[in-house]
């Protein structure tokens, strides 16, 4: 599958940009970053650390370091001040490409024979303005996988999700653009917690593990039962959808006051509308989503 994942790494987001480096099912032509949990200077940072950790040539570009219209506001509080503190990687050697995203992600497609996929790990800015830049290239799209929103409650206040919340006009935009979207939200990421003894299994695999293990320990994002991985679903559901349940709803989101960044989900849509916009996770088999995690993780190096 030929995907390019838009991402803001972020501790989450870094256990999914290493599955998806390594596993082959999956042909990363591009990685792009946005300002999210931290500024796109140390998401860019993070990536590049990432794809030199396993060696790897994928290029990466830098995107937005705004949202489109709201004022920016960083998680360090929870990915702390690097976005991925916990483990100390060696210094950068490779550079960004010159392009910026929206340039990168139009060129690849361009230059795709077969369709690609989305994977958005972060707020949808970069979307946004490829969208605004280069619709002609929706047709190069296969499908959309974006971490991001919920049914009901939010993680950034109490209506809304973070990545949502980080650029709630950009995520409007996603969802009128007509394409194929699964929104992977906190009614299923906040199900699929690991704890400290999947932890320290992972931290005794290998030196991925080890790395992994060092980042998620830092990852502030903690609830009783342990750390959401939110953005590794994303790729658990590509892989691995019968760990998921999904509805197919419309949902739209509310761009100003108190509940900016909600995604308001209307689960009745296709029944009295007959119109849909998103697939929406419901539910997921969180034992399983953990179990093949920790295996994507045992086959890295
Ligand atoms: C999302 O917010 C970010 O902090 C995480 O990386 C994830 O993408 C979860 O709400
Ligand atoms: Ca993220």
């Not at 082959?24 to 931290?38: D, R």
């Not at 697939?279 to 995690?293: M, S």
Request: contains cysteine.
């Amino acid at each position: 599958m030929n995907v390019i994942i838009d991402s803001d790494p972020g501790i989450d987001d870094a256990v999914a940009l290493s599955v998806i480096l390594n596993n082959p099912a999956f042909h990363v032509k591009l990685i792009t970053t946005v300002a999210g949990n931290v500024t796109v200077d140390k998401t860019t940072k993070n990536a590049l650390r990432l794809v030199e950790f396993f060696n790897m040539q994928t290029p990466v570009a830098t995107g937005a370091s705004q949202p489109l219209i709201k004022a920016f506001e960083d998680a360090a509080r929870i990915h702390g001040e690097s976005g991925m503190e916990g483990y100390i990687f060696p210094a950068i050697q490779s550079s960004p490409i010159k392009q910026t995203a929206a340039e990168a992600w139009h060129n690849v497609l361009v230059q795709s024979d077969e369709k690609v996929t989305l994977v958005l790990t972060g707020s949808y800015t970069n979307f946004a303005l490829w969208f605004r830049q280069y619709p002609q290239d929706l047709a190069k799209i296969d499908r959309v996988l974006a971490m991001g929103g919920s049914i009901c409650g939010g993680n950034m206040t109490s209506a809304a999700e973070f990545n949502v919340f980080t650029d709630p006009d950009a995520a409007k935009i996603l969802l009128s653009a007509g394409l194929p979207i699964t929104m992977v939200g906190l009614d299923v990421t906040l199900k699929a917690m690991v704890n400290q003894d999947w932890i320290h299994q992972v931290s005794a695999m290998n030196r991925s593990g080890k790395m992994l293990a060092a980042l998620i320990s830092h990852y502030n994002d903690i609830h009783a039962e342990g750390w959401p991985i939110h953005d590794a679903n994303t790729i658990g559901y590509l892989c691995h959808p019968e760990f998921y349940q999904t509805k197919d709803v419309w949902v739209d989101i509310v761009t100003e006051g108190p509940a900016i960044g909600e995604t308001v989900v209307d689960i009745r849509a296709a029944y009295h509308q007959g119109r849909t916009n998103a697939t929406v996770l419901t539910d997921i088999d969180a034992a399983r989503f953990r179990d093949w995690l920790q295996d994507q993780i045992a086959k890295m190096p």
